[in-house]
């Protein structure tokens, strides 16, 4: 069993629609959470990075931690053609890249 | 501000050779990482180079790996290439350690 769970899609919804993406983890000691987005034929690009449990809001995307269950979502609101991406989470137990863990990625396509 | 840049963009190599990859980070950025993203696996951490020293290495083989210049220009090398290294290798630069700006990768096949 890998240690971050991500379905991998794809996932399609209508221009407008709330988009839900989720990660689960096995690894209590994880602190830092991060969701990246990545555009076909591009490196991924941080989005928000959360520590330890609660909701970060930024625009039109909300991210949640619940460390009790061991699950993240990214919440995507009034979803656009051109949030058609993968999206990563990925996470850690401390700063610092060495230890980061990467879901395998959620494909969304958002259909005009 | 210039993003990162990675090159080339795409290799094709036979089982056996070696390879080099380039990345020239962000200007003012000192740390430099590389990460191997396949299908299956994700992205996996290969190393981190800051100030011309590697300071952190993932779990990869001996066959894999990396440098940095003066200039934090860095190279990654692939020794006795396997069918298995067929991958997009993604550096990434930062200053702070919890941000990170990925370039747009380099796509290995290995035939």
């Known amino acids: 069993q890998k240690e971050v769970e991500q379905d991998p899609g794809p996932l399609s919804v209508p221009e407008g629609a709330i988009v839900s993406l989720n990660c689960t983890y096995s690894?209590?000691?994880?602190?830092?959470f991060m969701w990246y987005r990545q555009y076909s034929r591009k490196g991924p690009e941080l989005l928000m990075y959360?520590?330890?449990?609660g909701n970060k809001e930024d625009g039109r995307f909300t991210a949640q931690v619940d460390k009790s269950s061991k699950y993240i979502s990214l919440f995507i609101r009034d979803s656009q053609p051109s949030d058609s991406a993968t999206y990563l989470c990925?996470?850690?137990?401390?700063?610092?890249?060495?230890?980061?863990?990467f879901g395998t990625g959620t494909r969304l396509l958002v259909s005009p | 501000k210039a993003g990162v840049t990675q090159t080339p963009r795409y290799l094709i190599k036979t089982r056996g050779q070696q390879v080099t990859l380039s990345c020239s980070p962000i200007?003012?950025?000192?740390?430099v990482s590389w990460y191997q993203q396949t299908p299956g696996q994700g992205l996996q951490f290969l190393f981190e180079?800051?100030?011309?020293?590697?300071?952190n290495k993932g779990n990869f083989p001996g066959r894999f790996s990396g440098r940095q210049f003066s200039n934090s220009r860095s190279e990654m090398n692939v020794s006795t290439l396997e069918l298995g290294d067929s991958a997009l290798y993604l550096c990434?630069?930062?200053?702070?350690?919890?941000?990170?700006?990925f370039g747009p990768g380099t796509r290995l096949t290995v035939l």
């Open positions: 990434a630069s930062s200053i702070h350690q919890d941000t990170q700006y």
């Open positions: 200007s003012g950025h000192r740390s």
């Open positions: 990925a996470m850690s137990p401390d700063l610092g890249f060495q230890k980061l863990v």
């Open positions: 959360t520590y330890s449990s």
């Open positions: 690894n209590s000691a994880f602190q830092y």
């Open positions: 180079y800051f100030s011309e020293t590697q300071r």
